[in-house]
Nanobody, 115 residues
């Protein structure tokens, strides 16, 4: 059974930093691309960043230069380091992976950035 469990969300002031973690189980973690998405109230879920099994990364434009995605295959965990946070980064952040035709999601972790 695939499980993705996010943690690290918090209330932070604008300009601050947070590191989100997503621990995976039930999969051979090192084989899969992992991604982070977010969903703000009243908005569609959007991609934030992804990291391939080889370590290649890509970012949404809003994340470039501020967010860093990384992975630790020994811990089966993917991270999202977020710096210079803005109020518009307030959202629920989700970890995701795709295995075959199936998408798997965590329960999300709330990030709130106050101005």
């Amino acid at each position: 059974q695939v499980q993705l469990v996010e943690s690290g969300g918090d209330l932070v002031q604008a300009g601050g930093s947070l590191r989100l973690s997503c621990a995976a189980s039930g999969i051979i973690f090192r084989l899969y691309t992992m991604g982070w998405y977010r969903q703000a109230p009243g908005k569609q879920r959007e991609s934030v960043a992804a990291i391939s099994r080889g370590g290649s990364t890509n970012y949404a434009d809003f994340a470039k230069g501020r967010f860093t995605i990384s992975r630790d295959n020994t811990k089966r965990t993917v991270y999202l380091q977020m710096n210079s946070l803005k109020p518009e980064d307030t959202a629920v952040y989700y970890c995701t992976t795709q295995i075959g035709s199936n998408d798997y999601w965590g329960q999300g972790t709330q990030v709130t950035v106050s101005s």
